[in-house]
């Protein structure tokens, strides 16, 4: 446990120098929200990764993959190809035309107070998702880990909140920025030497790894099932199984491209070439982490066993009780200790661009009509609200306690992503005719299907079979309304259509008349915001 | 100073000037060689990425079968993926190379961001 310790502490008190750092460098709000705009392609690359690869990832999708083989691994599929919508259709016309939020370029060429309202809404909705996400996770760890220590989860996690607060509000956006770098860079170390333990154990031929996987034995409901963890159909079964992972795909590709966190950090680069390269280096990492975790996963299935995993902590500790099989007590601590710094990294993330939205899209633009009436305001309603932004999260990560899987929490803030923000991001990027109707219509009929159809759907309702423990694993206790976990695939469409008819119920000439500027801007980075230094040595 | 980034919008151009660039034969070219990639790989992409569930949900026989030793074809279809997403992003960067120097042919009086004057 000390070396877990030792490494855990040794992460914050780096983090802590560069937010020490980070506050000495930042002046105004460019600095503050953007980190001045002077981080390099290979920066932002392993910051989009770090900010990306969340405990969803690691600890949610490898426990998926070793409690449900090629199913779990689908989500680490989704999850990279995401990224070339991003690349090819969003960074850059994104980069071109705005300054802070994804909410800038939306109110580029339509109204922008209704516009930045639904748009903050929408982010803070997104974020809340993922935010419990990775606090389930950090239950869960700080459950397996501190068991005899003497802390308690509660200090644990409010200690989390305390450091992730004190990086926002000192440090912004570039030590929130190199702190996903360091730990990018710590979690693709840690899969990388997992992986090869795993492949180690298997005496690193690959036909003998994967021929285990074919016959993973566990019980389920007292009998015993071997099964072939390469095949599919331990997750998504009929009738509803196929329509589920055609709207987990869904929700991937529309919803990774409307993630408030991800698509913040293309503000943080120089321009828009920096901001292509950039995903690019995103997706080189992301993708080997996520080969990676095939590995990881299946090897926890094999070595360690989904009846062990089950009865030690759950689906996210695949991971973690893998290493400590393969690695002992001290591979185990460094594994935790890394997880739990990616969980500290991504809620820091998370945190500012949920403050960023909030102080600038809807402080600053929505309530002040975009005055400004001391200078700074707007970086003090954001350091405020990140406060506020911490407070709730270290209440919610009280509340729940290790409950779900995170990787499956996640993609519920995915779908709410793809459903809202993505169908507005994209119509007011590729359609001269959209206009405010249509981007309200989209935002609130996205907004609202996508979170009514999840609470309606088996995440939230069913029917748990009596059980000693008396644990309760839905929230409702009824029949699911809507029988998908997945709700992507009608919450999408009725986005786009909600968007659509919206923009054709209305007319608005000043936003057609603008569009000519916007594609413009968006295509050439004309006139679009600079990085700070080299515009001062202009 | 204020951060001189804060400042942009005082250099842009009048809407007619915008308007005069979107109208240009080298901006239309650009936007139509933009186009000529983006669309067919992004389409390209989205088939091949969604035949993925599909093939798994509703041919599940097929994708069972194994292909390389005990390899079902679902799993190495869902890893080749992974190349595919690579190669459009490689093929990409290439292609958004040529868009860049289109961009310094434009007519305009606006600074590129890369400051290229």
């Known amino acids: 446990m000390s070396i877990s310790l030792a490494v855990f502490l040794g992460f914050v008190a780096s983090t802590l120098g560069i937010t020490y750092w980070a506050s000495k460098r930042s002046r105004g709000a460019s600095a503050y929200f953007a980190a001045g705009r002077q981080i390099t392609a290979w920066q932002n690359g392993f910051a989009v990764a770090g900010d990306f690869m969340s405990a969803a990832s690691f600890l949610g999708i490898v426990g998926l993959i070793a409690l449900q083989g090629l199913d779990g691994f689908l989500y680490a599929v989704g999850g990279f190809v995401a990224f070339v919508t991003i690349l090819l259709l969003v960074a850059e016309p994104l980069r071109n035309t705005g300054k802070y939020t994804m909410g800038d370029v939306l109110a580029y060429r339509l109204r922008p107070r209704p516009v930045r309202a639904l748009a903050a809404l929408s982010t803070l909705a997104t974020i809340l998702f993922y935010m419990i996400a990775q606090m389930v996770g950090a239950g869960a760890l700080v459950a397996l880990l501190l068991a005899n220590s003497g802390i308690s989860y509660n200090m644990a996690v409010t200690g989390v909140g305390i450091l992730m607060m004190v990086y926002v509000v000192f440090g912004g ?261 959209f206009n405010t109707a249509g981007a309200v219509a989209g935002l609130a009929v996205g907004l609202l299907a996508s979170i009514g159809l999840i609470l309606a759907s088996p995440n939230f309702m069913g029917i748990d079979p009596p059980s000693a423990t008396g644990t309760v694993h839905h929230l409702v206790q009824a029949k699911a309304w809507f029988p998908l976990e997945n709700v992507g695939i009608l919450s999408v469409p009725l986005g786009f259509l909600a968007a659509i008819v919206g923009t054709l119920l209305s007319h608005e000439p000043s936003s057609e008349a603008k569009f000519n500027e916007f594609l413009v801007r968006a295509n050439t980075g004309l006139g679009a915001e600079r990085a700070v230094e080299r515009a001062v040595a202009h | 100073m204020n951060p001189p980034a804060e400042r942009s919008s005082q250099n842009f151009p009048d809407q007619p000037e915008w308007d005069c660039i979107a109208a240009s034969s080298q901006f239309q070219d650009l936007m139509d060689r933009k186009k000529a990639f983006i669309l067919p790989a992004f389409l390209f992409f989205l088939v091949y990425y969604l035949l993925l569930p599909i093939l798994i949900g509703y041919a599940p026989k097929l994708m069972s079968t194994r292909v390389f030793g005990t390899l079902s074809l679902a799993y190495v279809f869902a890893l080749s993926q992974f190349i595919v997403g690579w190669v459009i992003a490689g093929l990409y960067l290439r292609a958004s190379a040529r868009f860049d120097r289109l961009i310094k042919d434009l007519p305009t009086k606006v600074d590129a961001p890369d400051g290229g004057s």
């Not at chain 1, 770098?181 to 036909?207: E, M, N, W, Y």
């Open chain 1, 173 to 433: 956006m570039l030590a929130t920025t190199w702190i996903q770098i360091i730990k990018a860079t710590l979690l693709s170390a840690c899969a990388l030497a997992l992986t090869i333990l795993v492949l180690d154990h298997f005496h690193f031929r690959p036909g003998e790894f994967f021929a285990a996987t074919c016959r993973v034995a566990y019980h389920q409901k007292d009998q015993l099932l071997v099964r072939d963890f390469l095949q599919s159909g331990l997750r998504y079964k009929p009738p509803y199984g196929p329509l589920d992972l055609i709207s987990l795909s869904l929700a991937f590709i529309c919803g990774t491209a409307g993630l408030p966190h991800v698509l913040v950090k293309f503000y943080t680069v120089p321009d828009a070439k920096t901001a292509r390269k950039s995903v690019v280096w995103a997706m080189i990492l992301i993708g080997s982490f996520y080969v990676m975790t095939s590995v990881i996963g299946l090897g926890a299935a094999v070595v360690v066993g989904p009846d062990h995993i089950v009865t030690h902590g759950g689906t996210n500790m695949s991971g973690p009780l893998l290493a400590q099989a393969l690695g002992g007590d001290v591979f185990l601590a460094l594994v935790s200790a890394v997880a739990f710094a990616t969980i500290l990294a991504v809620v820091a993330g998370l945190t500012i661009s949920a403050s960023t939205s909030f102080a600038h899209d809807f402080w600053m633009n929505v309530i002040h009509h975009g005055v400004e009436r001391k200078s700074g305001e707007t970086m003090l309603v954001a350091r405020i609200s990140a406060l506020a932004v911490g407070a709730v999260a270290i209440i919610i990560a009280i509340a729940l306690g290790p409950a779900s899987n995170a990787g499956i929490l996640a993609t519920l803030g995915m779908t709410v992503a793809a459903s809202a923000n993505f169908p507005a991001i994209a119509l007011s990027i590729f359609w001269r005719r």
